[in-house]
């Protein structure tokens, strides 16, 4: 099985890359996140015609969530059902025995900010969403736009961002206390000294060629289905497309022979 995530900074701009890649790449599940557009919007017929099954939770201009699959998922859950819910930002899907999660964390703007607490308080909520519904030996695939790069491999100039948003210790805290519960980082599983970003901001010049990212996409696992991962990595390609999301698209494999 083939499960992939991509932050697609607008889903209705970013068709043609979307389609391209996955006729291309023919991933089993796919989780997208920042679709910004309402349910209502979605687009369902293209992708339907692409060959894919779409589960989704979206809202007006601003962040949004969806799972793409090949085959019909067999449960699927949106938002924690409390106060957290006010933005589209989780959604949860059963294949069989199998879970896949897709979350996009705040981004917390600045580690001043209102934003920047609400961002813990939101990894916090989620740690919580994991011990109430499952137990750490569950088949569980948890993948998304974190917002959060964990190590100094995963951001360009680790001396000079540290402590800034998306690469600050509070939020290194919070995020390993959700890996704590019983997660596995996949990516960095099968390419433990890597140093390759899944993010690029646009407002860098030539940011892919030269290196200057952030790996703040990921795909985490429960240790039985790290167990039945063979692989993982970032597919830099899409994002020198014309049109590009800022971020691109990480993958993993697992064997559930």
Same mark, same amino acid.
């Given at each position: 099985?083939?499960?992939?995530?991509? !932050?697609?900074?607008?889903?209705?701009?970013?068709?043609?890359?979307?389609?391209?890649?996955?006729?291309?790449?023919?991933?089993?599940?796919?989780?997208?996140?920042?679709?910004?557009? =309402?349910?209502?919007?979605?687009?369902?017929?293209?992708?339907?015609?692409?060959?894919?099954?779409?589960?989704?939770?979206?809202?007006?201009?601003? !962040?949004?969530?969806?799972?793409?699959?090949?085959?019909?998922?067999? =449960?699927?859950?949106?938002? %924690?059902?409390?106060?957290?819910?006010?933005?589209? $930002?989780?959604?949860?899907?059963?294949?069989?025995?199998?879970?896949?999660?897709?979350? #996009?964390?705040?981004?917390?703007?600045?580690?001043?900010?209102?934003?920047?607490?609400?961002?813990?308080?939101?990894?916090? $909520?989620?740690?919580?969403?994991?011990?109430?519904?499952?137990?750490?030996?569950?088949? /569980?695939?948890?993948?998304?736009?974190? !917002?959060?790069?964990?190590?100094?491999?995963?951001?360009?100039?680790? =001396?000079?961002?540290?402590?800034?948003?998306?690469?600050?210790?509070?939020?290194?805290?919070?995020?390993?206390?959700?890996?704590?519960?019983?997660?596995?980082?996949?990516? $960095? $599983?099968?390419?433990?000294?890597?140093?390759?970003?899944?993010?690029?901001? #646009?407002?860098?010049?030539?940011?892919?060629?030269?290196?200057?990212?952030?790996?703040?996409?990921?795909?985490?696992?429960?240790?039985?289905?790290?167990?039945?991962?063979?692989?993982?990595?970032?597919? /830099?390609?899409?994002?020198?497309?014309?049109?590009?999301?800022?971020?691109?698209?990480? /993958?993993?494999? %697992?064997?559930?022979?």
């Amino acid at each position: 099985m083939k499960i992939a995530s991509f !932050n697609v900074n607008g889903i209705r701009a970013r068709m043609p890359v979307l389609v391209r890649w996955l006729a291309s790449e023919k991933p089993d599940i796919v989780c997208l996140q920042e679709t910004k557009v =309402q349910d209502a919007d979605f687009p369902v017929t293209e992708l339907t015609e692409a060959g894919y099954q779409c589960a989704y939770r979206g809202q007006k201009s601003y !962040n949004g969530v969806a799972i793409l699959s090949r085959v019909v998922p067999e =449960q699927v859950d949106a938002g %924690f059902g409390d106060e957290f819910d006010k933005e589209a $930002r989780l959604i949860a899907a059963r294949f069989g025995g199998l879970w896949v999660v897709n979350t #996009y964390i705040p981004q917390g703007q600045d580690p001043a900010s209102e934003k920047f607490r609400y961002k813990l308080e939101w990894i916090a $909520r989620l740690g919580r969403f994991f011990s109430e519904g499952f137990l750490p030996a569950d088949p /569980l695939v948890w993948v998304g736009d974190f !917002n959060v790069a964990p190590s100094p491999l995963d951001v360009y100039d680790p =001396q000079t961002l540290l402590g800034s948003v998306c690469y600050h210790p509070e939020e290194h805290r919070a995020l390993s206390a959700v890996e704590r519960w019983g997660f596995v980082d996949i990516y $960095r $599983r099968h390419r433990p000294e890597d140093p390759s970003f899944s993010f690029f901001d #646009y407002r860098v010049p030539n940011a892919v060629k030269r290196g200057i990212g952030w790996r703040i996409d990921h795909i985490w696992a429960t240790e039985s289905m790290a167990e039945k991962s063979t692989g993982a990595w970032i597919d /830099l390609e899409p994002r020198t497309w014309e049109k590009p999301s800022d971020h691109t698209f990480i /993958l993993a494999e %697992f064997d559930l022979a």
